[in-house]
């Protein structure tokens, strides 16, 4: 025991002096910035897919927390409620739309609805067209920005309107029908 006694002031000091010699750590990153929208204006001009007459146009302003969309939609089942998603390629070119891809959906969720716990970010709530197949657009869609390429960023997707109510629970798209019409999201100011 004698001889063990010594060394261990020896040890200590040996690994104390191989501490002192590590790089300090790295602090961590701060964090990133809020994602903010660009554009000032964009709009969407809305043309019939899958042979439907459903056209419309719309405006679409950053707000706090979102996005403000406005305008009209026609050409709709009178009196029916449709679904109406952000969709994740601005591509309208195939004749039913399935240009546009899947839902935007950027941080991988299920689908849902708006406002009443996990959906996609581009999922909003059913449209109503009124007696003449008509809907006046006076929507907010939160969590995503217009223009600045944020991962939420909305600018340069598509609109589409759906011929079906969205069930809300349905995966991956809420059983929605065709789509019966679809607009690119274009930034103008």
């Known amino acids: 025991m004698r001889f063990r006694l010594p060394l261990l002031p020896l040890a200590g000091a040996t690994l104390l002096g191989a501490c002192a010699t590590q790089p300090p750590a790295e602090p961590p990153a701060p964090p990133a910035p ?13 043309a019939p897919a899958s042979a439907s ?22 050409g709709l089942p009178r009196g029916r409620q ?25 941080a991988a969720q299920p689908h849902g609805r708006a406002g009443s716990g996990t959906h996609h970010a581009g999922d909003m709530d059913n ?25 939420n960023d909305i600018a340069g997707r598509a609109l589409v309107v759906h011929a ?6 349905s995966q991956p798209a809420g059983n ?14």
């Open 34 to 46: 809020p994602a903010v929208s660009t554009a000032q204006l964009a709009e969407a001009n809305l």
């Open 53 to 74: 007459l459903v056209s419309g146009r719309l405006a679409l302003v950053p707000e706090a927390g979102g996005v403000h969309i406005t305008g009209v939609i026609g």
């Open 82 to 106: 449709v679904a109406f998603h952000v969709h994740e390629k601005g591509d309208c070119s195939a004749v039913d739309a399935a240009s546009a891809g899947g839902h935007f959906n950027p």
């Open 127 to 151: 449209l109503q067209a009124d007696a003449a197949g008509v809907v006046h657009m006076d929507m907010h869609l939160h969590g995503v920005t217009l223009g600045g390429g944020a991962a």
């Open 164 to 169: 079906d109510a969205d069930d809300y629970r």
């Open 176 to 189: 929605a029908g065709a789509r019966v019409a679809c607009g690119v999201i274009r930034v103008t100011r």
